[in-house]
């Protein structure tokens, strides 16, 4: 019996820390600085966690992403508080997907200057919003309970400045140029260029692993000409929105992948081959560098569009 006992009681610890593990939560204790102004919480690349940024200034602080739900927001909120007491946070999303977006409302709502927060959205994250909402979130929830638990009553929360095209913050000392890119990944990309430590936030639009087209909006052409505006800022550091932290080579990587894409692709349709004729030759020409072909697919269907 006391055997019986001891197995019962491994297993539901065994399945308990398991889910604990599953549990896309931010790990505050992973924080670590990149440059003398910024830190990162970097998601070791787990699913549906996001790298989460943190500017610091002498007035102000700036985080990029939430994590997924209100109790990730209100995790990374006391990040931002630990290394910033006295200052304001203002936030800024990647992207509207839920683990970049959906843990806004877990940030301090207080109408004073020090012990609230100020959430900035590009109109085209707006637009990405109000057209989509959250349909992912069903997919996401689906992948895990603690997901699901996670996710259960989150909302997007309003914008408090939304910006056109760019807004430079002047956090003291350091300044971060936030600025719409897309459609790229989503209509609503949005980036960071703290320029003077030459870290570039580059959300999804450039990381490790393979590009997703994940709007309709996407376009291989614009998507393309994003990279090289992000190239000629130069960045010493990149953080992405997903994987590891890296230089230049994150934009040439994508740079490389979508190049071959459009020019396999446009020499395709001028010989007079059909769209999904492309898919078949192109997908079989970079599927062992490339393994992801819903994600090649996607992008050969979009490149073939927009192709002359
Ligand atoms: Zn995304």
């Known amino acids: ?14 399945v308990g820390s398991a889910l604990a593990q599953d549990a896309p939560l931010i790990l505050p204790e992973k924080l670590k600085q990149v440059a003398a102004s910024v830190w990162i919480i970097p998601d070791e690349s787990r699913p549906m966690v996001p790298n989460v940024g943190f500017v610091v200034g002498q007035t102000g602080i700036l985080v990029i992403d939430t994590g997924m739900g209100d109790k990730n927001g209100a995790i990374v909120a006391a990040v931002a508080r630990k290394l910033a007491p006295d200052l304001r946070i203002y936030l800024v999303t990647t992207h509207f997907h839920p683990e970049h977006d959906m843990g806004a409302n877990g940030f301090p709502r207080g109408a004073r200057m020090l012990d609230g927060s100020t959430l900035l959205r590009s109109t085209t994250q707006e637009q990405d919003i109000a057209e989509f909402g959250c349909g992912v979130c069903k997919a996401f929830s689906d ?11 989150a909302t997007y929360r309003a914008a408090d400045i939304s910006f056109e095209n760019d807004r430079t913050l002047d956090l003291g000392g350091v ?4 600025f719409a890119a897309g459609p790229n990944h989503t209509r609503g990309d949005t980036a960071v260029w703290v320029e003077t430590e030459q870290v570039l936030f580059s959300g999804d639009i450039a990381m490790k692993p393979q590009p997703f087209l994940g709007s309709p909006y996407s376009s291989v052409g614009h998507w393309l000409s994003t990279l090289e505006s992000l190239a000629q800022l130069r960045p010493r550091t990149i953080v992405p929105s997903h994987g590891p932290t890296g230089g230049p080579e994150v934009i040439a990587g994508y740079k490389a992948y979508f190049t071959e894409i459009m020019e396999r692709t446009a020499a395709l349709k001028k010989s007079g081959k059909t769209a999904e004729d492309a898919v078949t030759t192109v997908t079989g020409a970079m599927t062992d560098r490339y393994p992801d072909k819903n994600r ?11 192709a002359p």
């Open 1 to 14: 019996m006391r055997g019986l006992v001891a197995i019962v009681t491994f297993v539901f610890l065994a």
């Open 143 to 153: 992948r895990s309970p603690a997901a699901a638990e996670l996710l259960k009553g």
């Open 175 to 178: 300044r971060a140029y936030i």
């Open 296 to 306: 090649l697919a996607g992008a050969i269907r979009s490149a073939y569009k927009e």
